[in-house]
């Protein structure tokens, strides 16, 4: 069985090969990998028994000189963010039909490139391999933004390279110190778990960790590349970031953060939470009034991991769970967010709300699905985004009722900017730009299609989901109090 | 039949899918047929099951159907509950839903968005049955904002006049203030009970003692909620523009059905909300606030629509008033009485607009009695109902919560008579100024007016029945009834306040009568005999009316306060704080290194004798090193 | 007279020296070097390291100032045109360079080993000694300085010899 | 020793056959002697011999060989074409690479202070030499002329510094030293410690740390470029290799001692290298500097003295040799192209030659240190090697300083992919394809499994 | 000879270090302040023969005659030091007609 987590995680290096000298067919051999990969996580889903333990073990050695592993495997947690990866990046490869990439082979290798890095991250059981997966992502995406972005993106995405590369630096540095505290000489995240640091040891792993995950979800206030990134870069390059990459930071917190160093969580989780809920208010204010949707949806995406990342902080199940499920939502609408701005901008060429506007009335279709993707997004019960919010809402209730009220804003709040924006782009009369709007066809129907249905489907009957990871987060925070409790 | 309760929300979603997808390509007649009929055939089952019920010991029964969400001790599990409250409120929704989409057939006939609104109105009618039968508050909740969501798609279904699609947006972001009460609401029962289904949470609830922190928090966020989807003081400014829908969505959602959920959820949770006496006291003062503000506000308003939404804030206000005197039962009593002439009014209204071409400003139009005798007629007697004259079914269930408020405190109880007499006031004005007099609107108009199809007339006729007669569920024991109502309604709603004695219960309604008689008379010569019409929109005013006129300038104020101070904020935080300090910061490194780089490679003069004395000066510090060292 | 003669010729080495660097004719500072190494020879003298000496004085003195002589007057250097620096940097040098004394020897502490100078083996320094030193374990040094020299044979013709363009 | 003497021999033999015209096969013939060597070097693995107490070719030495006959190797094949248009004495060039190469090898084993110093200035004077051999081009004597100048009067002070050491050890010999400082491990003379500090500053002018790197950007930039990516991979190589053979067993005993200056030193070093390199236009300065920051890496090895630190020194030098071959490989054609080493240069060279455009990105992600490159290897056992003894902070101001080379690396790159350039195609010649390959094959292989460097020494 | 070799034995080793580091720093300060490349460069020798006459002392001092092998091999990188050394100055001249070190920086920043 464990043959089926290689091919997993190599079959994109392979398609990116082949993608890579497929010339002209390079988009549909991109889209065939994906989807080849979808059709390889939905078999290992299949035979994923939904409890705490880790499954599919891969354990090979690498650089044995430096204890360093090939060591990798799936748990519920890890099964939960494969599959966002293995679910989005084809509705993301649909997603780019519409544009015409020049060098589209390089392109979309890069694209599967960037997907072996994120399964790398998702099932790393080795601190080295999972940092190697960290960077190995994050080369494509600066390319893919770099190269195929908008008019300001060199020193943009200069700017996201050198802020979330010195975020993963630091990480290393903590890794590093990890692994010469670990008397096995290994990066085995087993035997991290079962380290005993002291306090001040546990609270400057925590940061150097910290750090690294909050620039890249991000949260306040390291998020200042985060909106220029994604309103510079290409549609695509903006949801492999906001739609997968982002969960990096997330999963990497519940993975390496919290089991590792609970005593740091214990002293620093509240400046963690703190600093989360800072992010949803300052970034749902700051989305109020941007003009540009894109950069709202930026804000708005700020806005929202901020939730997810004081959800984890409050260590409970419901948290847990909740982060769980709202990674998958998350990545799912924002997708949808971008994809529509993206089939605005390809038509109209701006994506500045005062420009747009009416395009309900010409577009009916896309009115729809962007309602039903902006209503996910806001969390209405019934579609995905209310699942998340409501579990995150519920725990980090438990961890402070105040943390909650103001942490609730994003209740009103996203109502607030999504709806403003949604009235600003469809609602209203048409203009003389918006009137020659044509309906989405193709494979931006087919897109929205994907991704409506998801949303609804999640929202509706979201317990196959959190049945996967319940048993690995459940074990996850008992291993957390226990650390908690033993020692000290 | 009571196993089958969850046919009743799904046949109105099947319509909900059915017209949706089918909004362009099925014939206008048919997506009539299916919206209305799939209403139908739940209102029938819901008959069903009100007899099933009342025939049944049994008066609570939990259907489950899935489990929904589950996350460690929490399970949510999706399941209906079918008692006398959620059965009577089934019927409601079915039954006016049913007529209402009759009505839209011909109201809506030739708008071109037809298969939209019926897919629109259907989906709404299966969350608010959502609401209304979920066994726990979460899939309340889901049906509470599922209504807030169909609210938001109707108010805006004329999405293309932006100043809708804003009042549409308004009505969601209000709407989800509340929310947020309700929410923290739930969790706060969820950390309390353990669990959030009514099976679980009330029996646990009734062993605490009154006045308990933690149940007096829940109660109020509780309270929050409805006030936002209720339309209470301060959350209600959304619903007067919400009159930017289609009239029979004013009349279902905003009149009938979805405003009263929050009547419905304290009801529901009436065993809490007894023990908080002081947010009953909240309620009742809040409640009574709106009812007066709304009836002040609806004086003087021009456009007819309008003044139908200020008399439901101020109805609104007087349910609220109820459950804060702790007659749940009047106030859900109203609840029903509400749902008949409110959609009645509304309708009538509709009907009116439906002649005049979309016309809705009073002081167009005049004299319309005989050109539209049955909407005329049907009129007459929704105004009669609603100002509270007996036999007609305002009567009852007002006087029922007047009663209550003069056993629970006096000064209330005047107010809220005070009330009832505006109410009347405003009402009468309202007929007068469209059915009496001489018409005021050009002349193009006059010749088209001509009542409406029989498709709009029917559902009329019905409602003006069941507003007539729909009192009589309630016909309280001084009368010689016995209260049907409150029978039926006691295994849910346990503790109702006493009723005071009938000497005092006949001079209550006396006044009330002999008041509303006075209103009227007021009216008949203000606006009939004398045909004065309010005057233009620039006109000077009286300082009170000018208040009343432009609504107590709330949404002014809310602007000011609310919504500005945000906005600067927003700009505040964007421009400076996001740009300039936090991510100046990070440029500001950047921009430092670079300066440094062009400090620093000037020490790279070219220059072979500064090289050298460079060299120098670091050896002769590392010796200086050497030498303090050793 | 003792050890005074060291201490003579040591200042004369310091006086000559200090003659190369401040003369402004570059040839002067040729010939100034020149007197220095001859100090110096007495030096190795003095040291009984004869072999050294004569070397010293056959290399330095004949070979290698030879060559600066011959590069000065080929180059057409033999007036003191040179730009000289501006004072500041000479003061700044010469205070630089008082530091550098000051501290090479106080990190020297030399003033510590103030034990005197014997010459244990007064053959130590003569070509017998030596050569069996270097033919000895220096064996490998001594042949590999034989490419240094190749090297600088192939550098200064390939440098100063005119290409053929 | 029959590696030097290959090398040497091949050096004359290439002598003679300049003189003879035999130009098309002086570049075969010093290929096959280096050739030759290489298989000396694999032969002699392991059998740590010592050769009159003079050069004790063990694995250290080995391996640094190999590496630096190696790097050799791939920079006489960019030769071809390269002295050509300039000069008839190609036979004089070869010859003195290759025997800078017989001092280098003989810096990287060198058993006695002799042979340091023999070893040092064989390879300097080589390079004082080749880096004036544009002859008429005034950089190029600038360069000459700077380097020879400052790298006289440095050896006047590493020269200081052995005097010293011999003085109080009285001896050359470093096992001797080192037994000296064992014995008198608490009455070490105060001349030992000024030697050291001495000895560092030569040292540290050879393999360009800061503050007596201030030859290396204009020695860089004025030196053919072909020398260039000599003087920086082969030689800076060499000069880590002999600083760790000095400091790292002969010296270790007085760490503590010279850390504190060698801290200083590599702080400066990693600062001005990577802060400078921000702001330079040219391309070729640019790699100065960041040489210069290397050398601020490199030096992690010394900070903390563990068993591992002379292995990655090796696998840093490797890698930072390998990408900085193609680097160079890459500037010289785009020079030839275009007539400068300008930044603006390279912009659009993805259009033009996507494969060395391609290449040089690979190549900069090493040398940036990007995961899955060799760069990335060497800079993290440099972290660990310093972070056993917990030098945090000095990592940390690393990490710092690397974040700055990400930014001036990707701007070749941002040039190369993002930017609109001149039409003008760039061939790639058939022996700079092989360099080019041959150098990302060795870059990628060791950045995905460097096991095979790991554990060499 | 033997005479006075043997008058000689008084001097303390300190004075020689004394006398080397003068001479070199004297080196050194004539690097620091002239100008021209050849003087220069006779600087640096001055400095490499206080080195000599220092290691000739230790060798004395120590009774080790490998320290007086040591300067021949310092002399004789002397020796190759200025034929190359003198051909690059040459070489600069024919170019700049110049022997001055402060022409020599077009290579800077």
């Not at chain 1, 590792?260 to 600093?275: C, E, K, N, R, S």
């Not at chain 2, 989409?101 to 629109?120: L, R």
């Not at chain 2, 007339?457 to 409602?463: N, Q, R, S, W």
């Not at chain 5, 001097?11 to 002239?34: C, D, E, K, M, Q």
Request: glycine share 8%; proline share 3%; hydrophobic share 55%.
């Amino acid at each position: 069985m464990e043959q089926l987590l290689i091919l997993l995680i190599f079959l994109p290096l392979a398609g990116a090969l082949v993608t890579a000298f497929a010339g002209k067919a390079a988009k549909y051999a991109a889209l065939v990998s994906a989807i080849v990969s979808l059709v390889l996580t939905a078999v290992l889903t299949c035979n994923f028994i939904p409890d705490a333990s880790t499954q599919f073990v891969l354990n090979y050695p690498w650089i044995q000189d430096l204890g360093i592993n090939f060591h990798a495997g799936i748990d519920g947690i890890s099964l939960i963010t494969v599959l966002l990866t293995n679910l989005l990046i084809p509705v993301i490869i649909l997603a780019s039909y519409g544009h015409d990439y020049k060098r589209a082979n390089a392109f979309y290798a890069l694209i599967l490139f960037m997907q072996t890095g994120l399964l790398l991250v998702f099932t790393a059981l080795d601190a080295f391999l999972f940092y190697i997966g960290w960077e190995a992502a994050l080369i494509p995406v600066y390319f893919i933004c770099a190269v195929w972005g908008g008019k300001d993106r060199i020193k943009v995405n200069m700017k996201f390279f050198v802020y979330t590369i010195a975020g993963s630096l630091f990480m290393l540095l903590g890794i590093i110190y990890l692994y010469l505290q670990n008397p096995l000489h290994n990066f085995d995240i087993q035997a991290f778990y079962k380290l005993n640091l002291d306090a001040a040891q546990q609270g400057w792993i925590f940061w150097s960790f910290f750090i690294a995950f909050a620039i890249k979800m991000p949260v306040f206030p390291f998020h200042t590349w985060q909106p220029d990134t994604y309103t510079e870069a290409p549609a695509t390059g903006t949801m492999l970031l906001a739609g997968i990459m982002l969960k990096m930071g997330i999963y990497g917190v519940i993975r390496w953060l919290l089991p590792i160093v609970p005593h740091g969580v214990q002293d620093w989780g509240t400046t963690a939470i703190v600093l989360s809920i800072i992010g949803i208010v300052y970034a749902s204010l700051i989305a109020f009034t941007q003009k540009n949707a894109k950069r709202l949806v930026a804000y708005s995406s700020i806005a929202h991991v901020g939730l997810i990342s004081a959800g984890i902080f409050a260590l409970n199940t419901q948290g847990m769970q909740g982060a769980m499920i709202q990674m998958l939502s998350h990545g799912i609408n924002v997708v949808g967010l971008f994809f529509v701005l993206d089939i605005i901008f390809n038509r109209m060429k701006t994506n500045k709300i005062a420009d747009l506007g009416g395009i309900a009335s010409v577009a009916p279709q896309l009115a729809i699905t962007f309602l039903i993707i902006v209503f996910g997004t806001v969390a209405l019960p019934g579609t995905n985004g209310f699942i998340g919010e409501f579990l995150l809402l519920i725990g980090i209730y438990q961890y402070n009722i105040w943390a909650v009220v103001i942490a609730g804003l994003t209740v009103i709040f996203g109502a607030v900017y999504m709806l403003r924006m949604y009235q600003g782009v469809m609602l209203g009369k048409t203009n003389e730009l918006t009137i020659g709007f044509k309906d989405i066809k193709g494979s931006e129907k087919l897109v929205l299609y994907i991704i409506c249905a998801l949303i609804l489907i999640l929202g509706v009957y979201p317990k196959p989901v959190l049945h996967l990871s319940e048993a690995a987060v459940q074990q996850l925070i008992e291993q957390v109090n226990q650390k908690l409790t033993s020692v000290n | 039949m009571i196993d089958l309760v969850w046919l009743v929300p799904l046949i109105p979603l099947l319509g909900f899918i059915i017209n949706g997808l089918g909004r362009n390509t099925l014939s206008k007649n048919l997506i009539g047929f299916i919206g209305s009929a799939v209403i139908f055939i739940s209102f029938a089952i819901s008959v069903g099951i009100f007899f099933a019920l009342g025939a049944d010991a049994n008066k609570s029964h939990e259907i489950f159907l899935f489990d929904w969400i589950s996350a460690g001790s929490l399970h949510i599990p999706l399941s209906f509950l079918v008692d006398p409250l959620s059965s009577i409120m089934l019927l409601i929704i079915t039954g006016v839903g049913f007529l209402i989409h009759v009505y839209s057939i011909g109201y809506m006939h030739s708008d071109e968005g037809f298969g939209k609104f019926f897919s629109y109105l259907n989906l709404f009618i299966f969350f608010m049955l959502l609401l209304v039968l979920g066994s726990n508050y979460i899939v309340m909740f889901i049906g509470w904002e599922g209504v807030g969501l169909c609210s938001y798609l109707l108010i805006g279904f004329w999405f293309t006049n932006s100043s809708y699609a804003s009042a549409a947006k308004k009505a969601f972001v209000m709407n989800r203030i509340g929310d947020l009460g309700f929410l923290i609401a739930v969790f706060l029962i969820f950390t309390t009970f353990g669990s959030v289904e009514f099976s679980k949470v009330f029996p646990q609830a009734a062993q605490l003692m009154p006045g308990h922190a933690t149940i007096i928090l829940i109660t109020l966020c509780l309270f929050i909620g409805a006030c936002g989807k209720s339309a209470q003081i301060p959350l209600f400014t959304w619903l007067p523009d919400a009159m930017a829908g289609p009239t029979p969505v004013s009349a279902l959602i905003h009149a009938a059905t979805m405003v009263t959920a929050g009547i419905y959820m304290i009801a529901r949770s009436s065993v809490l909300f007894d023990l908080a006496p002081v947010i009953q006291h909240l309620i009742a003062i809040v409640g009574l606030a709106t009812a007066v503000l709304g009836a002040l506000i609806a004086i003087t308003q021009t456009d007819i629509k309008k003044v139908l939404a200020y008399s439901t804030v101020s109805q609104l206000g007087y349910m609220f008033l109820g459950l804060g005197v702790g007659a749940y039962d009047g106030a859900f009593f109203h609840v029903i009485t509400h749902a008949f002439f409110k959609a009645l009014l509304f309708l009538c209204a509709g009907s009116v607009i439906h002649a005049m071409h979309h016309e809705q400003d009073m002081r167009h139009m005049g004299g319309l009695r005989k050109k539209l005798p049955i909407t005329f007629w049907t009129m007459l007697i929704g105004t009669i109902a609603i100002s509270g004259l007996p036999p007609f079914s305002g009567f009852f269930s007002k006087d029922e919560i007047l009663a209550h408020a003069y056993e629970s405190n006096k000064i209330i109880w005047a107010i809220g008579v005070f009330t009832a007499f505006l109410t009347a006031f405003y009402m009468f004005r309202m007929l007068y100024l469209t059915f009496y007099g001489k018409y005021r609107g050009t002349h193009h108009a006059q010749e088209h007016i001509h009542e409406s199809p029989a498709s709009m007339t029917i559902p009329l006729i019905v409602l003006a029945v069941l507003s007539a007669i729909g009192g009589f569920i309630g016909v309280p024991e001084s009368l010689g009834g016995h209260h049907w109502l409150s029978g039926w309604l006691s295994p849910v709603i346990g503790h109702h306040a006493e009723a005071p004695d009938h000497a005092t219960e006949y001079m209550l309604m006396a006044i009330s009568v002999v008041g509303v008689l006075i209103s009227i008379g007021f009216a008949y010569v203000k606006y009939n005999k004398q045909n004065q019409v309010p005057v233009a929109d620039e006109a000077k005013r009286s300082v009170l009316e000018n208040l009343s006129y432009h609504k107590f300038y709330i949404d002014e104020i809310y602007d000011a306060v609310i919504r500005k101070p945000l906005d600067a904020f927003s700009a505040f935080f964007y421009k400076i704080v996001d740009r300039k300090i936090v991510d100046g910061i990070v440029n500001g490194l950047g921009w430092g290194t670079t300066e440094a780089s062009k400090g620093l490679r000037l020490l790279q003069s070219g220059n072979v004798g500064f090289y050298i004395f460079m060299m120098v000066a670091g050896i002769i510090s590392l010796l200086l090193y050497t030498y303090l060292s050793i | 007279m003792g050890t005074s003669v060291f201490y003579v010729v040591a200042a004369l080495s310091i006086f000559f020296s200090l003659m190369v660097i401040f003369s402004k004719n570059p040839v002067h500072s040729v010939l100034y070097l020149i007197v220095t190494f001859f100090t110096f020879t007495v030096h190795y003298i003095l040291l009984n390291a004869q072999f050294l000496a004569v070397v010293n004085f056959i290399v330095y003195m004949g070979a290698i100032m030879v060559l600066f002589l011959f590069v000065l007057m080929l180059l057409n250097l033999n007036k003191d045109n040179e730009p000289s620096k501006s004072n500041l940097i000479k003061v700044v040098g010469i205070i630089a360079g008082c530091c550098l004394v000051v501290t090479l020897v106080g990190s020297l502490k030399a003033t510590a080993i103030s034990n005197p100078l014997i010459l244990k083996n007064p053959d130590l320094g003569l070509v017998k000694n030596l050569g069996k030193e270097l033919f000895g374990p220096f064996m490998l040094p001594f042949e590999l300085s034989s490419i240094l020299l190749l090297t600088a044979m192939v550098g200064a013709v390939l440098l100063t010899k005119k290409e053929k363009v | 020793m029959n590696i030097i003497i290959t090398i040497a021999v091949t050096a004359l033999v290439v002598l003679y056959a300049g003189l003879f015209k035999a130009k098309k096969a002086l570049l075969p013939i010093s290929l096959i002697g280096l050739l030759g060597s290489l298989v000396f070097v694999v032969s002699s693995w392991n059998t740590a011999q010592v050769f009159y107490g003079m050069m004790q070719m063990d694995n250290f030495a080995l391996a640094f060989s190999g590496l630096t006959i190696i790097g050799t190797m791939l920079i006489l094949l960019l030769t071809q074409n390269y002295f050509a248009k300039d000069s008839e004495n190609i036979a004089e060039y070869l010859c003195l690479i290759l025997f800078a190469l017989c001092g280098i090898v003989i810096m990287v084993s060198y058993k006695n202070m002799s042979m340091l110093f023999i070893g040092l200035e064989i390879m300097s004077v080589s390079l004082y030499i080749l880096a004036g051999i544009r002859k008429n081009n005034f950089a190029s004597n600038e360069a000459s002329l700077k380097y020879f100048l400052m790298g006289a009067f440095s050896t006047g002070f590493l020269l200081f510094g052995i005097t010293l050491i011999y003085g109080a050890s009285g001896s050359f010999d470093l096992d001797a030293i080192n037994k000296y400082l064992v014995g008198n491990y608490t009455s070490v003379s105060p001349l030992f410690y000024t030697g050291v500090i001495l000895m560092l500053i030569g040292l540290s002018f050879k393999v360009g740390a800061a503050p007596f790197h201030f030859w290396t950007p204009d020695v860089y930039e004025g030196s053919p470029s072909l020398i260039t990516s000599f003087m920086s991979t082969v030689v800076k190589t060499a000069g880590f290799a002999a600083f760790l053979r000095l400091f790292a067993d002969t010296f270790a005993p007085l760490h503590d001692f010279w850390l504190m200056p060698l801290m200083v030193i590599v702080f400066l070093t990693l600062l001005i290298g990577n802060v400078t390199a921000l702001f330079q236009k040219n391309f070729k300065r640019m790699l100065a500097y960041s040489s210069i920051s290397h050398a601020g890496y490199l030096l992690f090895s010394l900070v903390a003295l563990t068993s591992r630190s002379a292995n990655n020194v090796l696998v840093y030098a490797a890698a930072y040799t390998f990408a900085s071959i193609i680097a160079f490989a890459v500037l010289i054609l785009v020079k030839q192209k275009t007539g400068n080493d300008n930044f603006e240069n390279f912009n659009g060279l993805a259009k033009r030659n996507p494969f060395a455009a391609l290449v040089l990105t690979i190549a900069m992600l090493s040398l940036a240190g990007i995961p899955l490159t060799a760069g990335f290897i060497g800079k993290y056992v440099m972290f660990l090697n310093v972070m056993t003894e917990y030098q945090v902070y000095l990592v940390a101001f690393a990490i710092l300083n690397a974040l700055v080379g990400f930014y001036y690396y990707f701007r070749v790159i941002v040039a190369m992919y993002f930017k609109e350039g001149s039409e003008i195609v760039l061939e790639t010649p058939v022996q700079y394809k092989v360099v080019l390959l041959l150098s990302v094959a060795i870059t990628l292989v060791l950045g995905l499994y460097p096991s095979v460097i790991l554990n060499l020494i | 000879m033997e005479h006075l070799t043997q008058e000689l034995q008084g001097v303390p080793l300190n004075h020689y270090i004394w006398l080397s580091a003068i001479i070199f720093t004297i080196g050194v300060i004539g690097v620091l302040t002239r100008r021209n490349a050849i003087v220069i460069f006779m600087s640096v020798e001055l400095m490499l023969n206080a080195v000599n006459l220092l290691l000739t002392a230790f060798s004395v001092h120590n009774n080790d005659p490998s320290g007086q092998v040591f300067v021949f091999f310092i002399m004789a990188l002397a020796a190759a030091e200025v034929a190359v050394g003198l051909s690059i100055i040459v070489m600069v001249y024919r170019n700049t007609q110049s022997t001055d070190i402060n022409v020599l920086n077009r290579l800077k920043w």
